[in-house]
């Protein structure tokens, strides 16, 4: 059970609203499968040296995760163009 329960990262990509883009992300997820939970941001495409982060990671919780920018953004259709590639 105690392997179960150890850390493994996973790797994400969404919608980030504080850095206006979408970003890559990896997580360390702790828990049983289908019920890990990040509990912190090892790496993030939105900085300049991805291995140091330096926002609060607001991301951890799931519920500030999109999955594309909001309505109304205005840089949306640059954003659809390069995602649909």
């Known amino acids: 059970m105690g392997s179960a329960l150890s850390g493994r990262i ?12 979408e970003v890559t992300v990896e997580f360390i997820e702790v828990g049983i499968p289908g019920l890990r939970d990040p509990i912190a941001v090892t790496v993030c495409s939105a900085f300049e040296e991805s291995s140091v982060v330096i926002c609060r990671a607001p991301c951890l919780d799931p519920s500030y995760r999109l ?15 390069r995602s649909s590639r």
């Open 10 to 21: 996973k790797q994400r990509t969404f919608w980030c609203p504080a850095a206006e883009r």
């Open 67 to 81: 999955a594309g920018p909001p309505s109304g953004w205005a840089g949306w259709r640059k954003w659809r163009k």
